[in-house]
């Protein structure tokens, strides 16, 4: 069974997947924000659009690609706690041709 997602987190899906033909027109697959964190402080990179068969977090950026925009709308995404104690890391990553959101969320212990 699904759980329904926090009103900001559906927003921003819907805003995230409302961009997904103008990525694929500009030859994205996949678009990724990578988080990570310990000790109660982390950080959120920016925003890396990627074309490849599949994604692997810095390899084949596209970095002439801008969809900055899009930043805020993958940060809501991120894993809420993600840097408390030892902390985690992770990525919330878009696929663009099945418009497929996941989050990876890797955690240190």
Do not use: W
Request: hydrophobic fraction near 35%.
């Amino acid at each position: 069974m699904q759980q329904a997602l926090p009103p900001e987190q559906a927003a921003a899906k819907v805003a995230i997947l409302a961009e997904c033909q103008r990525l694929a027109e500009a030859g994205i697959t996949f678009v990724a924000v990578h988080f990570d964190g310990s000790g109660d402080e982390g950080v959120n990179e920016d925003i890396k659009c990627y074309a490849t068969e599949d994604y692997a977090y810095e390899e084949s950026e596209v970095r002439e690609a801008n969809f900055s925009y899009l930043q805020e709308h993958f940060e809501a995404l991120v894993p809420y706690g993600y840097e408390n104690n030892c902390g985690g890391f992770g990525d919330v990553i878009l696929n663009v041709k099945t418009r497929k959101i996941t989050v990876e969320r890797n955690d240190r212990f």
